[in-house]
């Protein structure tokens, strides 16, 4: 992406790459970037924002359902012997992830964990009851923390 992408919302840039991907008759990429700008078009209408579009967060938690979505089919379609349908959906992943900020490391996510326990003060112990305030507290402090990765880390702890 260029450094214009920065300044410009998730869904213009989706945009913007869905016209890129149109003139470069990029059918592969045009059908993913439609079914992108199709899915935040709905979260728009659900949401009662059609007129003003979401913000990027929101669009953000749109692309990360859609990639979420694709990456079951993708484990769907591989324990099924079934490469090519596979393939397709890892590639939609890949167009997806370009949208995605980088994933945290394990490591980066532990630390964010047992800062929020900290900041609870649940340092004498936690137990499964605690999970949801300090997933609350994780993703407050980051909204790219990947959901299932701290919930393993929380289970270890506690």
Avoid: C, F, W
């Avoid at 393939?87 to 167009?95: D, G, S, T």
């Amino acid at each position: 992406m260029s450094d214009s992408s920065t300044s410009m919302s998730l869904k213009d840039r989706v945009n913007a790459d869905l016209k890129s991907a149109m003139i470069a008759r990029d059918s592969e990429r045009v059908l993913v970037l439609k079914s992108l700008k199709s899915a935040i078009l709905y979260k728009e209408v659900e949401e009662g924002l059609r007129d003003t579009g979401l913000d990027d967060q929101a669009t953000l938690a749109v692309l990360k359902k859609e990639k979420k979505s694709r990456a079951d089919a993708h484990t769907l379609y591989t324990k099924a012997n079934d490469a090519t349908r596979a393939n397709q959906e890892a590639y939609q992943i890949e167009v997806i992830d370009a949208y995605l900020p980088d994933a945290l490391t394990e490591d980066q996510t532990r630390e964010l964990v047992e800062s929020a326990v900290s900041e609870l003060g649940l340092e004498g112990g936690i137990s499964m009851k605690d999970m949801g305030s300090i997933m609350g507290a994780v993703r407050a402090k980051n909204s790219a923390v990947e959901g299932g990765v701290v919930s393993k880390i929380i289970k270890e702890m506690a």
